[in-house]
């Protein structure tokens, strides 16, 4: 079945480097890829996304790469900061799909 | 604007008890999903309205769940009667077209004893 998973379940930085977490997906029908970030206490709160007719897309401090080819996703962040210490997860959704699949998620701590 | 608002934040019952969650989406926003997270894994997808139609309902694990958007407002998920599988934190998102992310909820996290 259709799955997003992540290669590490927890990612550990010193603050100031760049960071990369990493997302494989399963379903090739998938064409638009979200990134999500999830501090403690609260809901996911979207960061980037991109869509399959691209293969990166930068925004503040962070990008996302996709490789279409053996379906991976990555987001990326610089100069990371503890701010950014949260769970991220990737999220896919198909073509002509209305659910968004969520992977297991990674945590990031930020060392100061 | 305001954003989701889910009640209760946390919520503690007994196996075989009743529990109605209630989400209050951004306003306008006719797209409103309920997902839920269990014991730290994916955040796996339960439903999806359009405004008070049930779109999409492939998620929900089984007859104890319950949805319900009346008026195409605020949505409630009751869960009768619950079970210890059913503890997770519950999120409510909403969004004003299907592209582009959510505006999720901080949650509900249901406890189960």
């Known amino acids: 079945g259709e799955s997003v998973g992540l290669h590490l379940p927890t990612l550990s930085v010193q603050e100031g480097d760049n960071s990369i977490i990493n997302c494989a997906y399963s379903?090739?029908?998938?064409?638009?890829f979200i990134w999500y970030k999830q501090e403690s206490g609260k809901g996911p709160q979207f960061i980037i996304d991109i869509r399959s007719n691209m293969d990166k897309r930068q925004g503040q401090r962070v990008t996302v790469l996709l490789n279409k080819t053996v379906k991976h996703l990555s987001l990326q962040i610089a100069a990371t900061q503890p701010g950014d210490s949260a769970v991220y997860f990737c999220a896919e959704r198909y073509t002509g799909g209305f659910k968004t699949i969520f992977g297991a998620g990674t945590r990031l701590f930020v060392k100061a | 604007e305001a954003g989701v608002t889910q009640f209760p934040s946390h919520s503690v019952i007994e196996k075989g008890q009743t529990v109605t969650l209630r989400c209050d989406p951004i306003s306008g926003h006719d797209n409103l999903y309920w997902y839920r997270r269990v014991m730290g894994k994916e955040i796996k997808f339960l439903l999806h309205?359009?405004?008070?139609?049930?779109?999409?309902e492939s998620g929900m694990p089984n007859n104890r769940f319950l949805a319900e958007r009346t008026g195409g407002t605020y949505s409630t998920l009751k869960v009768q009667p619950a079970e210890l599988e059913d503890s997770g934190v519950y999120f409510c998102a909403s969004s004003q077209r299907l592209e582009g992310g959510f505006t999720f909820g901080s949650g509900t996290r249901l406890t189960v004893v």
């Open positions: 379903n090739s029908a998938s064409d638009y």
């Open positions: 309205f359009v405004k008070e139609s049930k779109q999409d």
